[in-house]
Nanobody, 119 residues
């Protein structure tokens, strides 16, 4: 059974930084895309950033220049370095992975980690 486990959320002041991590565990043959999404109260879940195995990267316009996504393929782990955080970044952040297991290709979500930007 595949699991995505996130860590690194918390409370930070505006202008501060946080680093999120997400590790995929289980019998995984190959991970195609890993990414981060977020959902603020009363809003729909939205894409933050994605990264392929070949390091092709995509960012939401709202985080470009402030957030950096990276990936350690050996550890099946994706990271999100968040700098210059603003109150609008407050949300639950979810890890997502599109991957291949013994049962075929599937999409998985983590449980979410809260990020709160407040003074």
């Amino acid at each position: 059974q595949v699991q995505l486990v996130e860590s690194g959320g918390g409370l930070v002041q505006p202008g501060g930084s946080l680093r999120l991590s997400c590790a995929a565990s289980g019998i995984i043959y190959r991970i195609n895309v890993m990414g981060w999404y977020r959902q603020a109260p009363g809003k729909q879940r939205e894409l933050v950033a994605t990264i392929t195995g070949g390091t092709s990267i995509n960012y939401a316009d709202s985080v470009k220049g402030r957030f950096t996504i990276s990936r350690d393929n050996a550890k099946n782990t994706v990271y999100l370095q968040m700098n210059s955080l603003i109150r609008e970044d407050t949300a639950v952040y979810y890890c997502n992975a599109d991957l291949h297991t013994i049962r075929g290709r599937a999409n998985y979500w983590g449980q979410g980690t809260q990020v709160t930007v407040s003074s």
